[in-house]
């Protein structure tokens, strides 16, 4: 089987697959996308569910798109409707869309299939020819514009792209629309792969973002230097890892990822607060951690605050960055349970 054909294989599964990579919204003013997921088909049709549908419908963007960290089942006010800035950010869009697919689905709207077609055209049309996706479209000039696997942007959009392929939700998108949301998914798999950072010939992980053109490592806002990420590596990885048919290409990714994560994990520290403050402390039994940003070369943990100095202890940050930035994570844990389960399946070499 083919990649194109094991996208289309996977397709019951892709709505689980994307709800759970969505994952909390992290406190952001954002719907409980998946709450909407469990109503039955009576909701859609009833009062709330029509309101909250009108809702929606009214805070798209003319592009097409969603703004972020906001309650768009909330009724806009006039100023809100008329300066909407839509994003892929923060998991912006993809609840809307599949929400109203849902809604759709139900009650045969009109006004909610020619708005989930806008959005989808608009993610179709946001992707760069090298299988890329910008933090949002038009992107402009800024760090918006690189291939953005920051807070796994990228790979939400694939995993609705695959869902939109290849799941029975979505049969109402016309043969043309899931094709190019197939190749759509192709595309962005090989650009993963390009976007893999070697250091001295061996593959190891990835930035947050890359270059949209040269598929370098570049930074984003002033803390978020170039670097070998834990969190977003741990996403890449895992979208890999679901391919139903990974070529000999994807299978050195996945391994090289894996043994970069191994070799990248912290032992013997513990991430505490005091007082508010975040504390890194020697324990000898606390579980491993991942450090968000890793130096490349080096493999060394590395922190920012807004002045962009590079240091290698959280506690030369300013508090404000130091507590109201995701530094550390157990991302590795995740990538080592998926790893053992697609190792038993792919075997221990190519």
């Known amino acids: 089987m083919n990649r194109a054909s094991s996208v289309v294989a996977c397709g019951v599964r ?5 709800a759970l990579i969505l994952g909390p919204w992290l406190g952001h003013a954002a719907p409980p996308w998946r709450d909407f997921a469990d109503q039955p088909d009576n909701w859609f049709r009833g009062a709330e569910g029509r309101r909250i549908t009108t809702n929606i419908l009214s805070w798209q963007s003319s592009q097409g798109s969603w703004p972020k960290n906001t309650d768009t089942t909330a009724r806009p006010s006039t100023n809100d409707a008329q300066t909407v800035r839509g994003t892929f950010d923060n998991g912006a869009t993809l609840g809307e869309l599949r929400f109203l697919a849902r809604a759709f689905r139900v009650t045969e709207d009109a006004s909610c299939e020619r708005a989930f077609l806008k959005g989808l055209d608009h993610v179709l049309g946001a992707q760069y020819t090298n299988g890329g996706w910008p933090q949002f479209f038009p992107p402009g000039t800024g760090y918006h514009r ?12 694939m995993g609705f792209m695959r869902e939109v392929s ?4 979505f049969k109402f998108v016309d043969a043309r629309r899931r094709q190019r949301a197939q ?8 650009c993963i792969l390009q976007c893999q950072i070697k250091v001295d010939g061996k593959l190891t992980a990835w930035c947050a973002q890359h270059d949209e053109v040269t598929f370098e490592p570049r930074p984003a806002r002033s803390y978020e230097l170039v670097s070998l990420s834990g969190a977003e590596s741990a996403g890449l990885l895992s979208l890999l890892m679901s391919l139903e048919s990974p070529g000999d290409d994807v299978q050195r990714a996945v391994r090289a990822g894996a043994a970069w994560f191994d ?4 032992t013997g520290i513990r991430q505490t607060k005091v007082d508010g403050d975040k504390r890194i402390e020697k324990d000898p039994g606390a579980p491993p951690l991942w450090a968000r940003f890793y130096e490349i070369g080096t493999n060394r943990p590395m922190f920012s605050g807004r002045d962009g100095e590079k240091k290698y202890d959280i506690a030369e940050i300013e508090p404000e960055r130091r507590n109201g930035y995701g530094w550390h994570g157990d991302w590795g844990e995740r ?3 998926e790893f053992a389960r697609w190792r038993e399946k792919w075997g221990k070499e190519n």
């Open 263 to 266: 070799s990248a994990k912290l």
């Open 146 to 157: 690189h291939i953005t696997f920051n807070d796994d942007s990228m790979v939400r959009l």
């Open 335 to 337: 990538v080592a349970r």
């Open 166 to 169: 290849g799941a029975s939700d």
């Open 14 to 18: 892709c709505w689980l697959w994307g």
């Open 183 to 190: 190749a759509a998914f192709d595309r962005g798999v090989q």
